[in-house]
């Protein structure tokens, strides 16, 4: 065993050097991707993941351990070398149990779907080495956001907060600096021959926030190379003043050598949509849509691309092909030619929400969104990883064990949240009954 370059990382877990690969716990996640929150001030390595109460103490961090440990607390972490090597070695770490439990129920899991996803672009062997640095950067930048997301909670929405009466302060401004200063760091050392870097911008929603400004600031300082393949993914729900992306588009005008997507939250539409993304204006993403349409075609060379991220729930997936048949319509109007990815997502947590839910019969109506993906969409779509995933989804429909303490579960969930709202889910899902009886 050698010793890792900081007291702070103890020692390392797997020796320098060393390439291991068990196909059966391998995630391409682990190996690549890093949570940063701003306002939780935590570090994490996949959203799927559920740290303990200790693990979560441990990757918490503020000014001073910023300032002692610097990069190696948040890209070194022994929490995470520890899940690598469990990982590498064919252990399923407990941190992972979401996707051990989806690949018991139907063979496929975030796991499965992101590993393969990367491996068919050649983007990742799948081998295991310590310096495998990680290339995908999620910054939770802030929790203000106009939206309650059924699925979300207070400490990333400041509705939510709003909500239930709680408040969780939002990024402090020193916390935010730091941050930067050491991405600036790792850009221009760990990452300086890396040819794919992809970074995510999160929130809350981003454009509430004048820290994704001021970030896009400080990435035109960043040395980037004329072969390095630099994407920033803004996930967003669509629901802001029109000046707000103006400034965005000027700030995306003066770094040429990166590529902007925006990633536009949603999965139904009209009603339905409201009442999944509550707060959500559903015209106004109608019309923020054809402006992002507009302005995408109007910045040449694909600096601006779009996809749909997806978050399919129980509530969303029976009537998802509404959804595909509007954002097709959409591309016809505007003639759009341009390349559009859907992202790979769907709830888990909390259970009343997930997928696990349905009634088998709801897998056809999955049959006839991957047909109609098929044989209707153009293939400008990049598709065939969200066709995977939508058969995984149907393999979990099929494979479901619905107990009556989940219905239980579910009917008193579902019920405090329609009295709080003072809405009523049976009247735009008609499914909805079965979720609850």
Known sequence: MQLIKTEFQRKLIVSKGIKVYNKDTMCYKTWNDIIISLPKKTVSWCC???LTAQQTKETTFDLEILNTNGIDFLFNHPILQKRKNDLATGVRCPDCHVCWESEDRSGQ?????Y?????SKKLWTGEFDYDTPLTFIELELTNKCNMACVYCWPPLSSRWQKELKQRHPDTEDEIFHKVMELLSEYFNTTLAQSPFINISLLGGEPFFTDHMYIFLEYLSKFHIKPEQKVSVIITTGMSFPTQKFKKFIE????TP???????????????RAELIRWGLD???WNDNLDMFFTESARLTNERLAIGFGCAHSCLSLPYFKDFLVYINNKMKEHEYNLEIWFGVNYIEEPQHLSISML???HADAVTEQIEYMENEMPNIFRKDEYITMLKSLRNQILNANVTPEMKQNASTQFK???DRRKISFKAEFPHFDELVK
């Open 416 to 418: 405090m949240l329609e």
């Open 115 to 119: 590993t393969k996803s990367y491996e």
């Open 251 to 254: 700030l995306i005008e003066r």
């Open 48 to 50: 799927k993941t559920n």
């Open 109 to 113: 899991s975030h796991r499965t779907l």
């Open 282 to 284: 559903f015209e106004k």
């Open 359 to 361: 009634d088998s019969h």
């Open 257 to 271: 050598n990166i590529t902007y997507v925006m990633q536009l939250s949603g999965e139904a539409i009209e009603k």
